[in-house]
């Protein structure tokens, strides 16, 4: 009997610390909505004015990287850009984007994490739409680069990284963390995709500001047949799988692109206010905006638990 009530007992707390464990992105995603909300003075002519709450939401409709538009300020306050280089002193190549996910880490794609060409992702730029911009410009060094345990390039498989900053970002207006999405099944049939890269196929170089585009999600399945092919195949020998999500437009002209890689593909959440849901990070392709060829980006869901293990543990 004393057994059977130890048993349960330490299945209870089992349980518990399990429950505890998966909710814990969920309760920054809430902590860190409380930031849109900043404090203002009241104008003085009103009675007992003191400061109140002003929100500085920047959300707005995407009307419709390949066939998008610029996004706003304050618009995606998680955008980050990664520069490369081979150290502190020589000049970054700014080749990758990611998601800043807490105060002190950012969500890219494993591949961002090193440039063959330029060395080891070495800062971190947030708080811009434009690559040049200073005003609200957050720029901070790097202190560790962490890759999925499971990623083995060449393989696009298990494609997620983790950046940890030198030190903590100030929220603001212009710089909070996004949301990282933890349902399997996604309640949505498009997302937006963001970036800095090319913005057409035949583009040399990618693009001073921030894009946004609009990308219709597409079946595993429907995906499989565009990378059947060598000499894809030989990066994703198991084909599209349940930790990959594909997205894109069957007519073209939609896509990310070179540069857009490690950047966040995510939706609008209804509750908490005015936060986006981090849904797949941007991997990899085959064209940049041609008919039937959708992108295809590391699922977040099916990583949430490392991701917490790294940054919240």
Known sequence: MQLALLMNILLLVFLKSILSRCSISKQKCDEYSKAVNVKQDSPL????????????????????????????????????????GESENSKLQWQCGGALISEQHILTAAHCLY???????????????????????????????????????????????????????????????????????????????????????DSVTGSDDLMKVLLTLVPNNDCQSTFSTQPEKRFIQDGILNSMICAGEEGGGKDTCQGDSGGPLQIVLEQPYCMYSVIGVTSFGKFCGFPNSPAVYSRVSRFVQWIEDVVWK
């Open 45 to 84: 002519l009103l009675p007992n004015s003191g400061q109140q709450s002003v929100s500085e939401c920047g959300i707005v409709e995407v009307p419709l990287i390949v066939g998008g538009t610029k996004a706003q300020p304050k618009e995606f306050p998680h955008m980050a850009l990664i520069g490369f």
């Open 115 to 201: 440039s063959r060409d330029n060395g080891p992702a070495r800062r971190v730029r947030l708080g811009i739409i434009n690559i040049n911009s200073k005003n609200t410009l957050q720029e901070i060094g790097i202190v560790s680069l962490i890759k999925h345990p499971k990623y083995e390039p060449p393989s696009k498989y298990n494609d997620v990284g983790i950046i940890k900053l030198s030190q903590m970002v100030q929220f603001n207006a212009y710089v909070r963390p996004a949301c990282l999405n933890s349902n399997e099944n996604i309640n949505a049939r498009k997302a937006i995709a963001i970036g800095y890269g090319k913005t057409s196929y």
